[in-house]
């Protein structure tokens, strides 16, 4: 059956990087104030969203607590620890930027090799809507 609407196809990855067990997901803040030329700005701070339950692929597509990192649906769970204060940024299920720069240098993960691919794809995510704004 043909596709006849927009859509967005993706791959579910059952082996993800995890911390303490969670999966989680960056929020980055991106200012783009010109295309011709590109001026953008990635603002140095921004949130990690931990799921607020452990993750296992053996899990259902039920156990959304272990999958979703979302802040709208995990809130809900009993489980989901809120930010004690601005200070502790490394708890709970919720994390600065920083927090999590300082746990992978802990762990020994590159931070400028990271950073260099998070622009990389920066960059070509703003590539592929060009078109569609200078129209």
Same mark, same amino acid.
């Given at each position: 059956m043909p596709i006849d609407e927009a859509c967005i196809i993706s791959r579910y990855v059952s082996n993800p990087f995890l911390i303490n067990g969670l999966k989680f997901d960056l929020r980055i803040y991106v200012c783009?104030?010109?295309?011709?030329?590109? *001026?953008?700005y990635v603002y140095n701070?921004? !949130?990690? *969203?931990? @799921?607020?339950?452990? #993750?296992?692929v053996s899990l259902g597509k039920g156990a959304k607590y272990a999958h979703l990192t979302n #802040?709208?649906?995990?809130?809900?769970?009993?489980? #989901?620890?809120n930010n004690a204060s601005p200070e502790l940024d490394d708890c709970g299920h919720k994390w600065s930027l920083q @927090? !999590?720069?300082r746990h992978l240098e802990q762990i020994g993960i590159d931070m400028n090799l990271l950073w260099s691919r998070i622009y990389d794809?920066? !960059?070509k995510s703003l590539m592929c809507v060009d078109g569609h704004i200078q129209q």
């Open positions: 783009v104030t010109s295309m011709d030329p590109w *001026r953008i701070e921004g !949130l990690v *969203r931990f @799921a607020s339950e452990q #993750y296992d #802040y709208s649906i995990n809130k809900k769970n009993e489980k #989901y620890i @927090a !999590l720069t794809v920066i !960059l």
